[in-house]
């Protein structure tokens, strides 16, 4: 049903209901047992153990729970024992924040009003706003919150703030008069007001035309319930990681196994041997690793202004390519402030931004003192005067009370050194006219001190000039001829065609007896004062930080309510829209299917005019195309796109709780500019878990070779199970973590994103692993050997040399891990927290080797230190010799 375009008869006439008496008492209960509450529905919610179970779907650890089964097998408790632990706590952390992310629609209902005041039997009762059915008569008043969608029949003065659902900046007149246009967006509806919207001045009567999930803020509740997000790039490349692992495994079991039988040896022997292997191939603790390591990453990014929701997101926000921001609060300040001023012939620009008074006014790139200019001046007293809102304080922050725009003109006033207060003292108000939707004017009468009275009428440029016969130019009072009336719209086009919003003041003298008793005549025949320009400006920082994202190769895309004009203008101001970029409307995007926008949307840089259903066609035309999205807002209408986008991201101060509740991360600063020092982050945490997994499998690589080998050569095992248990929990563990804590490399933001199908073996990682592991496993092999003829066949004492060497060759190999190339490339000793790992790493294996306690458990014997010469020499052997050759190429 379109109802904007129905006139109030008919409204009334479709919804069964009576404009001057309401509903009957009965026929309310009747409608309400039948159509239910006017509240949000909560989908079904899941049952926590379900939640927990659902955390071991995940196929990394499904292959970490086989290998759990695997080692209880083999009698290896205490490797079956510890990845238990690990699987359950990254179960738990997984648990705890999946329950956290669902509260969204819980925060939604929050909005409802609580009570509206309704028409029912011929009287005006207030009721509880979960009571509202369709057909209800429902007054509106200034501060009430709207219980229901409403087609307004009555509206004096009405103004809504509509911001969290529409992402317009400033508050929406409303009007009765029906609307011609079929296809409108929810910004465009003059005559409706929607559930949860706040009315901040004036008042209005509608009849509720749709209550619950089937209002406007229903709508979005059913779009956060059915958006998905899916598997994150880190999640899916893990997956990817464990299917390799998993086939290496039943590989190695197999091989080792066929090995042994050729060989002569027993099947079953061969079998425990070639299931040794396979458990020793997977990293046990690359999970939680992982866990740590972007639980590290979310305390810097606090450091940083930034809340991380969602562990994965952290490495998410690395990788996306595309950045769908929310123009309002997000990339400008939300808080309109009057930037140019029309008065007297002159055009004067104001500096300073918000509800802060430094600034200073212009001309020409010259400083002005406003009292100085008296047409400057009087158009600032008139718009103080004329004007109904306050600049009031609590707790240390600023605020208006009442309209942003009256709040707008009020700054620029005390920047002047005008403070309503003060002026107040000289002038009196003996009569004020509301501003009125159709009349778009507001008017006062004012008394001086001296006794001398005044119309004061502030309102839209067009509408005062039409009955302005006089203006104030260069000093003096003109009439208003053809000629100076088009100076004046010359001046008034040109700030809204700077994306501004105009607003005229205008007076007349008033005779001792005149009486004025109507608008009508107050507003008439006026001296036509100036105009002020006013818009919601951008942040100073977020161009700068939409640079770096560009340099970055990420793209950056303004999404707003706000009218075409306005955000392209801001699009421009910010670096956003380049010369050769698209901007489209609401009403476009709506005829277009998902496919057709898919095939358009790397051209286009803006969205204007959109509904929330629109973000997230936005945000799933992006994902189709094979983009990394990230998507930024603070309103209700942005939580749908957030949630489904790759990486969601709310305003921390002026976000709606429904838009953090669906975000993986929040902005304590709402500052654009703090996504790119979270991007920055992310990006060096995938590449510090790329580290961490070059590390890891190159040294389990080296483990399964040397056992290999020896296999194939017919010796002894080189290693015996607790030796290898050891290497992975201690050995691997520390430094890996180490590496975790990698500071980025210098050109991390000069980087394109990315690819979103990149392999965690990509650019080269595979090759490395299997290169240097299989040079640590030759020369753990060939220290076993050499020491095994040294000894005379003493195994124990061979066993040992082949322990500290593959230790050794694993210690020196994490400092080629720091980076892409050589060893060389970045100072070994950057990384404080890698340094120390060693050295415990190195502490650790001493006390295995010459603590006689520990050497029964280890099976190991001391090392003369001739033999440590040998470990030494061998184990830096694949990095320093091959270092730049084929086998560290990328």
Not at 157 to 182: D, F, N, R, W
Not at 262 to 273: C, I, P, R, S, W
Not at 452 to 467: H, I, M, N, Q, Y
Request: aromatic share 6%.
């Amino acid at each position: 049903m379109q109802w904007h375009m129905l006139a109030a008869n008919d409204v009334a006439h479709e919804t069964k209901t009576n404009v001057t008496a309401g509903l009957t008492a009965t026929e309310a209960e009747k409608r309400l047992r039948q159509f239910g509450y006017n509240e949000l529905a909560e989908g079904k919610a899941t049952p926590a153990i379900a939640v927990f179970f659902r955390q071991f779907q995940d196929f990394m650890v499904l292959v970490l729970l086989l290998a759990t089964i695997i080692s209880a097998f083999l009698g290896e408790y205490v490797d079956a024992v510890a990845i238990v632990v690990i699987v359950i706590m990254n179960a738990v952390l997984g648990f705890i924040q999946e329950r956290r992310a669902e509260k969204s629609l819980a925060a939604l209902k929050q909005l409802s009003a609580p009570q509206a005041m309704v028409l029912r039997d011929g009287e005006w009762v207030k009721i509880q706003a979960r009571e509202l059915v369709v057909g209800d008569i429902v007054k509106l008043t200034s501060g009430d919150r709207v219980g229901a969608d409403i087609r307004l029949i009555e509206a004096n003065g009405l103004e809504i703030e509509e911001s969290a659902l529409t992402g317009e900046s400033v508050p929406v007149a409303k009007s009765a008069a029906p609307l011609l246009t079929e296809q409108a967006s929810l910004g465009d509806l003059h005559n409706m007001a929607f559930m949860g919207t706040l009315v901040t001045r004036g008042s209005g009567v509608g009849i509720v035309i749709a209550t619950g999930m089937k209002t406007a803020m229903g709508q979005i509740a059913t779009m956060l319930e059915e958006a998905d997000a899916g598997l994150t790039p880190l999640q899916r490349r893990l997956e990817q990681l464990g299917k390799i692992l998993l086939i290496v495994a039943l590989a190695l079991t197999a091989a080792v196994v066929a090995v042994g039988v050729v060989q002569g040896h027993d099947l079953y022997e061969m079998f425990l041997a070639g299931v040794s292997l396979a458990v020793a191939a997977i990293p046990e603790g690359l999970p939680a690793i992982v866990t740590v390591v972007l639980a590290l990453g979310v305390q810097r990014m606090i450091k940083r202004n930034a809340i991380v929701r969602k562990l994965p997101a952290v490495e998410t926000l690395g990788c996306a390519s595309v950045i769908c921001s929310d123009k309002t609060g997000t990339m400008t300040e939300n808080m309109m402030t009057v930037t140019q001023l029309w008065a007297g012939g002159r055009t004067f620009s104001v500096s300073g931004v918000g509800l802060e008074t430094d600034g200073e006014f212009s001309e020409r790139n010259r400083t002005v003192d406003p009292h100085r200019a008296p047409a400057l001046g009087r158009l600032l007293t008139m718009a103080v005067l004329c004007n109904s809102s306050e600049l009031k304080e609590q707790n240390g922050r600023r605020y208006v009370d009442g309209d942003p725009t009256e709040g707008a003109l009020l700054v620029a006033a005390e920047k002047a050194g005008m403070k309503k207060g003060e002026l107040l003292r000289d002038y009196v108000i003996e009569r004020e006219f509301p501003f009125d939707s159709e009349r778009k004017m507001m008017t006062v009468i004012v008394r001086d001190r001296n006794g001398r009275r005044f119309s004061v009428t502030k309102g839209a440029p067009d509408v005062l000039l039409e009955r302005a016969t006089r203006l104030e130019w260069n000093g003096r009072e003109q009439a208003l001829t053809p000629a100076w009336k088009e100076a004046v719209e010359k001046a008034v086009h040109q700030m809204a065609a700077s994306a501004l919003r105009t607003i005229a003041v205008a007076y007349r003298p008033l005779t001792d007896n005149e009486k004025i008793q109507s608008e009508e005549e107050a507003e008439t025949r006026f001296i036509f004062l100036g105009v002020a320009g006013m818009i919601d400006p951008p942040r100073p920082e977020v161009k700068e930080a939409v640079a770096r994202c560009k340099e970055a190769g990420m793209k950056t895309v303004m999404i707003t309510g706000d009218h075409v004009l306005t955000a392209k203008a801001i699009a421009k101001q910010l670096g956003v829209l380049p010369p050769d970029g698209k901007v489209m409307d609401g009403a476009t995007l709506s005829r277009l299917s998902v496919d057709e926008l898919e095939r358009e949307i790397d051209d286009i840089y803006v969205f204007a005019r959109v509904a929330p259903e629109h973000k997230l066609k936005i945000v799933n035309a992006f994902k189709r195309r094979g983009h990394i999205v990230a998507m930024t807002g603070d309103g209700v209408n942005d939580a749908p796109a957030i949630k489904a986008a790759d990486i969601g991201v709310a305003m921390g101060r002026s976000g709606t709780d429904v838009a953090k509740e669906a975000a993986s991360l929040v902005l304590l600063d709402d500052n654009f500019a703090t996504i790119q020092a979270a991007i920055e982050e992310g990006r060096n945490i995938y590449e510090n878990i790329r580290k961490f997994i070059r590390y890891l499998l190159a040294s389990n690589v080296g483990e399964i070779l040397v056992m290999l080998f020896a296999m194939l050569l017919a010796l002894p095992l080189p290693l015996v199970p607790i030796q290898i248990l050891w290497v992975n929990l201690v050995t691997d563990g520390l430094p890996a973590m180490a590496l975790g804590l990698d500071r980025p490399e210098e050109n991390v933001m000069k980087r394109p994103p990315r690819r979103p199908d990149e392999g965690v073996f990509a650019r080269g990682l595979g090759w490395k692993i299997i290169s240097r592991g299989f040079l640590i496993g030759l020369v753990t092999l060939a220290a076993f050997m050499t020491a095994y003829e040294r000894s005379g066949h003493e195994l124990a004492y061979a066993q040992t040399a082949a322990f500290a060497t593959l230790v050794l060759a694993q210690l020196v190999h994490v400092f080629d891990c720091r980076c892409e190339r050589s060893i060389f490339d970045r100072n070994p000793l950057g990384n404080g927290y890698l340094v120390a790992a060693v050295i415990v790493s190195l502490l650790l294996l001493f006390v295995v080797i010459y603590y006689p306690p520990l050497q029964t458990v280890f099976h190991t014997e001391p090392l003369a230190a001739l033999d440590w010469l040998l470990i030494v020499g061998l184990s830096a052997l694949p990095t320093f010799l091959f270092a730049g050759s084929l086998f560290t190429r990328k």
